[in-house]
């Protein structure tokens, strides 16, 4: 008779898998639900349009929306919107594909934007800011159309975390993406659910799920350079000292326009002595305290080394 060999390591494995894919949902589902009631995106009756462009994180968005939904003390209904913009090689039949296997209700709309930005644009130009500003008009008149109360977009934290660096380096500006904010035309609620989310967790999900990916190089346009040298510098800082990212992303959250120099925020013409002591006051001869090591830690970290961009 003939041994047979069983691998005794792989239902100890196949279990490790499970565990962690459970604790990644679990995970997604609370920070998605945190980043909802913390700042009031979604309400009783709401309608939102979740707009999907076949890429890992708006999946994500919808995949995780659909759960909470199905959870939620509250009644809200989603309706997943792609807009195909005839970019040569696009597989319509992907999304429609996936969407109805899902059983979600979904709008596909048929703009050629392409056409249009390529005559507009000269060759070898980067197409994307003409590009972004005819997707959002059509985006929110769909929405009109539709009857959607909010409008969700699927940029996560790391997608925050650059846009202000970006801002801050380019623009001479303190400003990132909000989680939640009023449409340039004034008329939609747009929200970003995944704004607590860590992109590392989206691309674990992606792969978890086997999301039909679609390519975002179909029209040929260039990668935003700088925007890829950001993200690098965070990954760099992250690797090298665990929690800087999440420090700074806390930081967004916590503003103190009296220690900033903004006078449009603060009235320092207007500053008088007023004679009562203050816990929270400014201690200008006393050397700033931070934490030495762990989350929490800025001051005990090695100096930021610049990156020139």
Request: charged letters at 25%; one cysteine or more; hydrophobic letters at 40%.
């Amino acid at each position: 008779m003939s041994a047979i060999w069983i691998d005794e390591a792989a239902p100890a494995a196949s279990f490790k898998i499970e565990r962690e894919t459970h604790k990644l949902e679990k995970r997604l589902c609370r920070e998605v639900g945190r980043a909802i009631v913390d700042y009031n995106m979604i309400e009783e009756g709401d309608k939102v349009m979740v707009c999907v462009s076949g890429g890992k994180d708006s999946y994500a968005m919808l995949d995780i929306l659909l759960k909470l939904k199905a959870r939620a003390p509250i009644h809200f209904d989603l309706i997943a919107v792609n807009l195909d913009q005839k970019q040569p090689g696009f597989p319509e039949e992907v999304l429609p594909k996936y969407l109805s296997e899902l059983g979600v209700a979904f709008h596909i709309e048929n703009q050629d934007t392409y056409s249009i930005v390529k005559r507009v644009i000269p060759e070898g130009k980067t197409t994307c800011g003409l590009c972004s500003r005819l997707r959002r008009g059509i985006l929110y008149r769909v929405a009109d159309e539709l009857g959607a109360t909010k409008v969700a977009l699927g940029h996560h934290r790391d997608d925050m975390l650059q846009t202000f660096f970006l801002n801050m380096f380019f623009a001479g500006k303190l400003k990132s993406m909000p989680p939640k904010l009023v449409s340039d035309d004034g008329r939609h609620i747009v929200i970003r659910p995944l704004a607590y989310v860590a992109e590392k967790d989206l691309v674990r999900w992606a792969q978890h799920r086997a999301f039909p990916i679609i390519p975002c190089t179909l029209c040929g346009s260039q990668e935003n350079l700088q925007r890829k040298q950001v993200a690098e510098m965070l990954r760099e800082w992250e690797k090298k000292h665990p929690g800087r990212v999440e420090n700074m992303f806390t930081a967004l959250q916590n503003v103190v326009p009296s220690h900033l120099l903004d006078g449009t925020r603060h009235d320092f013409k207007g500053l008088k002595a007023t004679g009562v002591a203050d816990d929270e006051g400014d201690k200008a001869f006393d050397a700033p305290e931070f934490p030495a090591t762990g989350i929490g830690a800025v001051g005990g970290l090695a100096p930021l080394r610049v990156v020139q961009l």
